[in-house]
Structure formats: C-alpha cells, structure tokens
C-alpha cells in the first residue's frame, strides 16, 4: 500500500485506511524502583506486550475531533462516545420527569454512582461525596479544618495555583517546602519531613503535580504527617485512572479527585473523600445542614444536595468506570499500557530535539511528562495559543524556572504524536532546556 506524507498525528497516513496496524512495541520493565502501577503483568490484556506506535482505542470511539492532535487529556479529559450517549440518556430522562426523578429517583441512582466509584478508588462509599471538581473538595476540606491562630499549613512550590490561592486566602502562614529538579523522591520525602515544624496542622499535597506532572510519594510522606497528628490532604485531580489508587490504604485525612481526566468522565465529576464521622462545612450552605433534612450520613446530606443542578455528570461515572476499561483491555492494562507511553513519547520528543536532561524519573511518572523547553522571544501562552489555532491541543506551561511542554498519553494516543509535535516544535525555533 503506497503512503503518503506523515501527518500531524506523527503517523503515515495511507490514502484509503488510515487505522492500518503498526509494528508493536514491547514494553519492557523501566527499573527496579518502577511503580506498582506500571509493571508489565499487568499488561495482560495485550498478551504482555503493549502497543506504542498505534492507538489502542481508534479516535471513532471518542467525541474528540480526529483533525486536532489531542495531547492534553491531563487538563480536560475527553469522552469516549459511549459515555456522551449514556450522559445524553439521563439527562434526557431527568428532563422527561424533573420532578419525579429529582424527588423519586436522584439519590438512589447517585447512591449507586457514589457506590461504583468508592469501589474502584477502594474507599468505603460511606466516606465519599460528588463535588464539581478536585478544587471544590480542597476548598470543603480547608473550611473544615479548624486552625487556632499560628497553627501552619504545609504545601509545595509545586501546588496547583487554585489551591495555592485558597490557602492566602485562609491566613494561615504557611510552610512551602521547595521541589528540586531533577526529582528525587527521596530527597522530597527528607524535604518535606525539615519542614514539619511544630505548628504545622495541615498538608496540603498533590498526588501528581499539575504543572510539572510528577508522581509525589505521598504514601511515604501521609504516615509522617499522622505520626505528628498532622491532617493531610490531597489534592488528587489527576490520580484516578492515571494511577492506581487504594485510598483506603492511603490513609490520607482528606483526599480529593476528578473523573473527567483520566476515568473519562463528563466535565464536573469531581468528589470528595472525608474522615469518617466527620460533617464537612461546604462551601455552599443548604438544605442539608438541617438534620432532618436527607439521607442519614450527613456527609452526603451536606454534600450531595446544593441546590438544583444537572446530576447527570455523576450518574454517568459508572460508565466512564466501565467503558475505558473495556476500550483498554482492562484498568491495569489501561494505567500501564498510558505509563510506558509517556516514557516513550518523552523519549522521542526529547530526541528529536537533541536531547536534554530529564526532570524526573520514570517512576515519577504516571500519564504525563513535563519537558524543560526554550522559546524563541515568544511567550509560553502565545505560542499555546498559536499551536491550538494549527490543531494541536498542548499546554506550555510558564514555569518560574522556564517554560515547559507537558504531554499527556490516554488510548486514543501513540508515541509518533510526540515525534511530529517536536518536529512542528523545531520549524518554529523551539529548543531544549
């Protein structure tokens, strides 16, 4: 079959079958210390070999627009098609009805929602509630946390700006520990620890860094903090289906998340997971703090109901849970097959660039990659804005440090996408840092 000129996409696009099958790339161990979430048993639904070169799930499976080089699912996610259709059916079945679904139905079926996600992220579903987002779950966790005057609050330089300006805006002083590229957990983990002074209350940590994509370890850090009855949360908007998660066994004291990232869930799919027992203090007072008002866990009656909205976001998590499992071959696979891409799309920009030093290690890495770059006398949103006009969906971040390119890898992408985002990258004078 003749070929014609590479594409956008960074794949040879025959004239008449687009979808034709590439070589396999094996996936091999990455390191000793590589993470739970990226070994290759896991990799059982491709036969113990993932694809790199090709989609695992062709673009027709999803709503995204196959013109645009997608390579930021880490900022606003995107829907399989079968998940579009199940939001459209609820909605539709809530408009049909409003108000015997809203008085009849809602909370059963939310009940059933909450249900299937505490079970993939392993948390009884007694301590979780829907929020429209991670930064909505922060800013319930910081309004419930009592601080007496001087009492600290400990964060990173790192933290997501929402969440970073929530915490100015409690007055607290705050402790912000330093995070040094390259990574090193290790280092991160003693950082961390100096800094726990005696009038640090609360942590504020992210599971993985937004701007710099970086796994933290906080599994090693949560049990430092408990040990000095410090409160930990977590703001973990990129965790669920990039990593992945036993929150019960994390231990974390509050822990927030997203499934419209990387669980592919519609926009506003956020929740929130709190202490047992304990009453949050919302950021929208209503009918719940009534205590004759809703279901009998009181997290859920404080949380759940704010006010008339559209539930069908939520209702619709089920689906996202199920159906990218079934596009992946499987949640384990799905996680690992996304861990070995960004290795590879990392490895391949960075090389057809010339090569630079990495900021992290694989193993601190889930879905994403962060890429130290240097820009020809343009300004990183300038030149986001220009890529996004020429069909290329990436983010370049302006870090303090200098700007960064950070990639994103879900199934619908392949390791030649990095290749030809470099490649346009080069022409327009971009360099390594």
Not at 247 to 268: D, E, I, Q, R
Not at 408 to 425: C, D, K, T, V, W
């Amino acid at each position: 079959m003749h070929f014609e000129e590479t594409n956008r996409q960074g794949a040879k696009t025959p004239s008449q079958n687009h979808q034709r099958r590439l070589p396999e790339t094996s996936y091999e161990d990455q390191a000793s210390g590589a993470p739970r979430h990226a070994t290759p048993d896991k990799l059982h639904g491709y036969g113990g070999r993932v694809l790199l070169d090709q989609p695992v799930s062709s673009l027709a499976d999803w709503a995204l627009d196959p013109a645009i080089v997608h390579l930021n699912h880490g900022s606003y996610g995107g829907c399989p098609r079968a998940v579009i259709d199940a939001a459209t059916a609820w909605r539709t079945r809530l408009e049909a009805a409003p108000m015997r679904f809203l008085v009849l139905e809602w909370q059963r079926e939310l009940d059933r929602a909450r249900a299937t996600l505490a079970a993939f992220v392993r948390i009884p579903d007694s301590r979780l509630a829907f929020v429209p987002n991670a930064t909505t779950g922060v800013a319930i966790a910081l309004a419930s946390t009592s601080l007496a005057p001087g009492d600290a609050i400990l964060t990173t330089d790192h933290c997501y700006r929402a969440c970073k300006n929530q915490l100015d805006r409690t007055g607290a002083p705050l402790v912000v520990v330093p995070i040094a590229l390259p990574f090193d957990a290790d280092r991160f983990v003693d950082d961390v620890t100096r800094a726990l002074a005696p009038n640090v209350k609360l942590a504020l940590l992210d599971h993985v860094t937004s701007p710099t994509a970086l796994r933290l370890p906080i599994e090693r850090v949560i049990p430092l903090l408990a040990a000095r009855g410090i409160a930990s949360l977590i703001d973990g908007a990129h965790a669920p289906g990039q990593l992945e998660l036993d929150l019960g066994a994390l231990g974390a004291t509050w822990y927030a998340g997203n499934c419209h990232k990387w669980v592919c869930a519609p926009k506003g799919t956020g929740f929130l997971v709190a202490p047992a027992g304990v009453v949050p203090r919302p950021v929208v007072t209503s009918h719940g703090a009534s205590p004759a008002y809703g279901p009998a866990n009181r997290l859920h009656a404080e949380l759940d109901w704010s006010g008339t909205y559209d539930p069908t976001p939520h209702l619709t998590v089920p689906t996202a849970i199920a159906t990218v499992a079934a596009l992946g071959g499987g949640w384990p696979a799905v996680i690992a097959r996304d861990h070995a891409l960004v290795i590879e799309m990392r490895r391949r920009f960075v090389d057809a660039l010339g090569g630079a030093p990495l900021i992290a290690p694989e193993s601190a890495l889930g879905a994403m990659a962060a890429i130290p770059i240097v820009l020809p006398g343009i300004a990183p949103f300038a030149l986001e804005q220009q890529l996004l006009t020429e069909g290329w969906e990436v983010p370049i971040v302006d870090w303090p440090a200098g700007p960064m390119v950070r990639l994103s890898a879900h199934l619908y992408n392949h390791a030649g996408q990095a290749e030809a985002l470099a490649a346009r990258l080069r022409s327009l004078g971009v360099t390594l840092r």
